[in-house]
């Protein structure tokens, strides 16, 4: 069994930035694919970033490409999404999501595990 953490969410004015950290336990996840989604009100949820743990990969979701990071530090079974220039629209509950398999980075159904999940506010 894994359990994932969110931290890190909280509340910024448009252009600044957020760090959020996601710690597994449980077993190391290092080699494990970890996503991170989000999901605004009325909306659902979506993809923001990934990274595959085996030749650490990333991918991104269009809309965050170029503003966020997905980086793990495998010492600390931890994945982190830096977001910088973030906008109003960026406001959503974000998740960390962890699953063993490389496939299909962005599909949430196959992810195993998730976080409670940590509020993104961005005002303008």
């Known amino acids: 069994q894994v359990q994932v953490v969110e931290s890190g969410g909280g509340l910024v004015q448009a252009g600044g930035s957020l760090r959020l950290s996601c710690a597994a336990s449980?077993?190391?996840?290092?080699?494990?694919?970890m996503g991170w989604f989000r999901q605004a009100p009325g909306k659902e949820r979506e993809f923001v970033a990934g990274?595959?743990?085996?030749?650490?990969?990333?991918d991104y979701a269009e809309s965050v490409k170029g503003r966020f990071m997905i980086s793990r530090d495998n010492a600390k079974n931890t994945v982190y999404l830096q977001m910088n220039s973030l906008k109003p629209e960026d406001t959503a509950v974000y998740y960390c999501?962890?699953?063993?398999?490389?496939?299909?980075?962005?599909?949430?159904?196959?992810?195993?595990?998730w976080g409670q999940g940590t509020q993104v506010t961005v005002s303008s």
């Open positions: 449980g077993r190391t996840v290092s080699l494990w694919t």
């Open positions: 990274i595959r743990g085996s030749v650490g990969r990333t």
């Open positions: 999501a962890a699953k063993p398999l490389p496939n299909d980075l962005w599909l949430s159904t196959t992810y195993d595990y």
